[in-house]
């Protein structure tokens, strides 16, 4: 079956912890998305990447840190510098990278919770 | 400035009533595409619609239609004879092509309540 899955569906951390939420693809897709969604909100870009090895920062990345060595995975890391990280992330990607547009689909999405 | 527009937060119908959702954007690029996605009670975005600015033709999918009228800068969704299945969240996006990265800007949402 081809999609988008993310790991854990639910997260715990500590405050000043980091924590590294997992999105991984096998469509084949080019470009991969990072959202924040807060409670009766649109979702916030936190980064993208269109292409392996390269990424740029969304509208709220700071706090955060991606890495894109393979096709298929975009992890994000939640650092301590996040003044307030709980929140709903979701993963999405879209088969063209470069920039052109195209359709993107979601994974189901890691909740995450801090204590 | 906000791209995209839904006012209406929180919407409740009875099953069988149709619901129409306004999206209203904001863009100067000629060529942009609106898209429609349902967000259901377990969170993942599902993808229900793509339409650029030069197709202004309504469209039609079973219960589902979409209006987009470019004079009013509008791209509206209307469920017809609604289920409780429809019960969800429900985005509208807007992706520009002069930034040339697919950003989507989304809406708030508007959440749908169908009462059985």
């Known amino acids: 079956d081809g999609g988008i899955t993310q790991s854990p569906k639910y997260l715990f951390r500590k405050e000043g912890q980091n924590v590294t939420l997992s999105c991984e693809q096998n469509?084949?897709?080019?470009?991969m998305y990072w959202y924040r969604q807060d409670p009766g909100q649109g979702l916030r870009l936190i980064y993208y990447?269109?292409?392996?090895?390269?990424?740029q920062k969304g509208d709220i990345a700071e706090g955060y840190s991606v890495s894109r060595e393979k096709k298929e995975s975009f992890p994000l890391t939640v650092t301590s510098a996040q003044k307030n990280p709980t929140a709903f992330y979701l993963c999405?990607?879209?088969?063209?990278?470069?920039?052109?547009?195209?359709?993107?689909?979601f994974g189901p999405g890691t909740r995450l919770t801090v204590l | 400035a906000q791209k995209v527009t839904q006012a209406q937060t929180e919407i409740s119908v009875v099953e069988k009533e149709d619901v129409t959702l306004d999206c209203v954007y904001e863009?100067?690029?000629?060529?942009?595409?609106l898209f429609w996605y349902k967000q259901p009670p377990s969170g993942e975005l599902v993808f229900l619609i793509r339409?650029?600015?030069?197709?202004?033709q309504n469209e039609i999918s079973g219960r589902y239609s979409w209006n987009f009228q470019k004079s009013t800068s509008s791209f509206n969704f209307t469920i017809t004879a609604s289920q409780v299945v429809d019960s969800a969240v429900y985005f509208c996006a807007l992706s520009e092509d002069s930034y040339g990265n697919n950003r989507l800007a989304f809406g708030k949402g508007n959440q749908v309540v169908v009462i059985p």
């Open positions: 469509l084949n897709h080019d470009a």
């Open positions: 999405a990607s879209s088969r063209l990278g470069q920039g052109l547009t195209d359709t993107q689909y």
């Open positions: 863009t100067r690029d000629t060529t942009y595409y």
């Open positions: 990447s269109q292409i392996v090895n390269d990424f």
């Open positions: 339409r650029n600015s030069f197709d202004e």
